[in-house]
């Protein structure tokens, strides 16, 4: 069984628009070829005389991997299998579009015989095809360059020794918000006043090697409507399929900005180039922004090879978002008034997850016989052929996938929500989600060459944190309401079904503790070590207090001070442990390091949560030690109190505390 791989790093970058672009890199030497985007992934296809096409993805950072795909260029088979100097080393995975990939150990003995020029081989169809590997050192060594992982452990070509510090890490793609257009405008010749006005500023330069017009013609120049404000000049640059486009506005009076001379196609405010690297711009309300430039590699282009990437949303989405986001805050500060200490879970039932909802449950017992048989009488036919033209692979411990079948995009056909209790130390349970295409489910935000039939969208993690999720419906679109609590914060997110977007509407709650239960850390036990009523109130005091100086609200750099008085004398190795309390297990939130006062001594207090699970008051203990080298640590306690809500924010943020990795 295909395993899932929980991309969690992927989307969770902050700014839209960073200060040092990366720029991207096509490269090409013999049977092989590379391109690096401007996130830093590296792409690199080789070929063999048309019969076989290898993919090999990696994206920018320390610990990546590879991820490799094959292609025929006949694919007729249902199985393929990786041969390295006549050794079998295992069977290919097959995926939805006809393609393979290879996985584990066989991806491993790969990408060593590639590097090391052994004979590769692919059989399928009862054929042997041979995979070439001459260009492949150079585009690997390449790859390595760019992604500043030469001579490091995680290289592709001859892996070394030195250290990962300087390894090129992954960059944001930028975020575009595209504006409505004009749709369908018609393309009007430019009136002789207008051309009169305009022409001088219209320059076609020697560079751009437009066809040369006979001296009996004009060129002819179009004004194309893009919206109430702006305005498109086209005309003819190599022939009548390949233009020139410049943007002015609809007066023609703004300064004429170039686009490109090579332009196919306009169309619902996207302009296309479709020869060389194939361009994509976009509109944005201001000027028009490129979205992709790739080009197309493999059998029948079967391999999309990118320099420039970016994520687009539209101005609708983001509006539609919004209204949502300002309805789950009127909701939160409405409970406030009537529920103080806020139960969260009471707000999904004011946002009743509307229209038609099929949910059914699949085995996933390894030695099980698929079934072709329809589980419910409301999927359609059209929906299960579909389903099982689909590469719906994914992991259970329990033996069980559920699925939803649910319009998510208002698009009129049921997407697909997948949800599987992986288990694990953390006992995860994942959700996943892929948009219903033509023929198949298929998860939108990945990226071409990835076939992945899991579609990752969140994860909970049952043990090591405090998350919660249910399906909602607001004014129309739906969102999967994630909870996400801490001591002190509670985040509630809106993640939207095949968004692009790094930020997430949230709402952030903060809160204040009245923590004046103390009791024993061990059930129906007293209070060991005893308190005074002195070392109670100092006690009391320090917990009120570090409610100001939470661990998590300090900065990655900010230095704890120490906890104690240090004793004049002590030296600076041993002056260490009084900024510092013990470990924790997993299960636990470290919250504050606060002095528990016991007999005119001072201990280090750790304070740790069950990440703010509340209950008629927070769960928390405090675990007591001696910052005194030589004393062994003392019993803890059981604090808790009730919360009262100190402040309730909205606004988009990044996602954090979905730690689920598989």
């Known amino acids: 069984m295909r395993h899932l791989i929980w991309l969690a790093c992927a989307g969770l970058f902050s700014t839209q628009l960073f200060a040092a672009p990366l720029t991207g890199l096509s490269f090409e ?29 990696r994206v920018a950072g320390r610990e990546t991997s590879a991820k490799v795909e094959v292609t025929f260029a006949q694919p007729t088979a ?51 095809i041979p995979l070439s590997s001459a260009g492949s050192n150079a585009v690997l060594l390449k790859m390595d360059e760019f992604q500043k992982t030469t001579n490091t452990s995680n290289a592709m070509l ?46 076609l330069t020697p560079e751009m090697q437009c066809r040369e017009i006979a001296d009996e013609q004009t060129r002819t120049y179009y004004r194309i409507p893009v919206d109430k404000n702006h305005a498109l000049i086209k005309t003819e640059c190599f022939d009548s399929s390949r233009f020139a486009l410049w943007l002015t506005d609809n007066t023609l009076t703004a300064r004429p900005e170039l686009i490109t001379h090579d332009a196919s196609k306009y169309e619902n405010g996207e302009i296309a180039r479709l020869s060389g690297p194939i361009q994509i711009w976009v509109w944005n309300g201001k000027q028009f922004l490129l979205r992709d430039q790739y080009r197309s ?47 969260l879970t009471k707000l999904a039932n004011q946002f009743t997850l509307t229209g038609e909802v099929t949910k059914f449950e699949l085995s996933t017992v390894e030695d099980a016989t698929p079934s072709k048989t329809k589980p419910s009488a409301e999927i359609s036919d059209d929906e299960w052929q579909a389903f099982l033209r689909s590469p719906v692979m994914v992991e259970s411990e329990d033996g069980s996938i ?39 489910f298929y998860n939108p935000r990945a990226d071409r060459s990835s076939h992945d039939g899991f579609g990752p969208f969140f994860s909970e993690n049952g043990r090591g944190a405090n998350q919660w999720s249910e399906w909602v419906r607001i004014n129309g679109q739906v969102y999967a309401l994630w909870f996400n609590g801490q001591f002190g914060e509670d985040n509630l997110y809106l993640l939207r079904p095949f968004s692009v977007d790094d ?73 260490e442990s009084y900024h510092r309390g013990v470990p924790l297990h997993y299960a636990f939130e470290s919250v504050a390091y606060i002095p528990v006062w016991l007999n005119e001594k001072c201990y280090i207090g750790t304070v740790a949560s069950h990440h703010g699970s509340y209950n008629k008051g927070v769960d928390a203990e405090i675990a007591i030690s001696s910052p005194r080298e030589g004393e062994e640590s003392v019993n803890g306690y059981y604090i808790s109190g009730l919360r009262h809500v100190t402040s309730v924010k909205s606004g988009w943020k990044a996602r954090a505390g979905d730690n689920g990795v598989l």
Not at 29 to 57: E, F, I
Not at 82 to 102: C, H, N, R, Y
Not at 416 to 433: D, E, K, M, P, Q
Request: hydrophobic share 30%.
């Open 158 to 203: 001859h892996p070394g020794n030195e250290n990962t510090d300087n390894v090129l890490l992954a960059k944001p793609a930028p975020l575009i918000i595209s504006q409505p257009v004009i749709p369908d405008p018609d393309a009007v010749p430019l009136t002789t006043t207008q051309l009169q006005k305009i022409a001088p500023q219209l320059k």
């Open 503 to 575: 930020k997430t509407p949230a709402v952030t709650i903060r809160y204040r503790y009245t923590l004046d239960t103390i009791g024993s850390s061990e059930e129906n036990q007293s209070k060991t070590p005893a308190l005074s009523d002195k070392d109670k109130a100092r006690l009391l005091k320090s917990l009120d207090t570090m409610q100001d100086h939470l661990l998590k609200d300090m900065a990655a750099d900010q230095k704890v001070p120490p906890i104690c008085p240090i004793p004049p004398g002590t030296s600076a190795k041993e002056a």
């Open 297 to 343: 590699s493999g059998h029948n282009g079967a391999w999309t090879l990118p320099t420039f990437v970016s994520r687009v949303r539209t101005q609708h989405d983001v509006d539609t978002d919004k209204a949502a986001l300002q309805q789950l805050y009127q909701a939160v500060t409405d409970l406030k008034k009537t529920d103080p200490e806020l139960t």
């Open 402 to 440: 559920s699925f939803t079948l649910l319009d998510m995009d208002g698009d009129g056909k049921r997407d697909l929500i997948i949800n599987s209790y992986v288990g694990g130390t953390g006992l995860y349970s994942y959700t996943g989600v892929l948009k219903r295409g033509e023929n198949s």
């Open 78 to 128: 249902s199985s393929a299998t990786l041969f390295i100097d006549g050794e079998q080393k295992g069977e290919l995975t097959p995926l939805s579009d006809g393609s393979f990939s290879i996985q584990f150990t066989a991806r491993d003995a790969f990408l060593t015989a590639l590097s090391q020029d052994n004979t590769i081989e692919f059989e399928s169809g009862g054929k042997r």
């Open 29 to 57: 030497h013999k049977d092989w070829q590379v391109s690096c985007d401007n996130t830093g992934t590296c792409r690199a296809a080789g070929y063999s005389r048309d019969l076989v096409s290898v993919l090999l993805t």
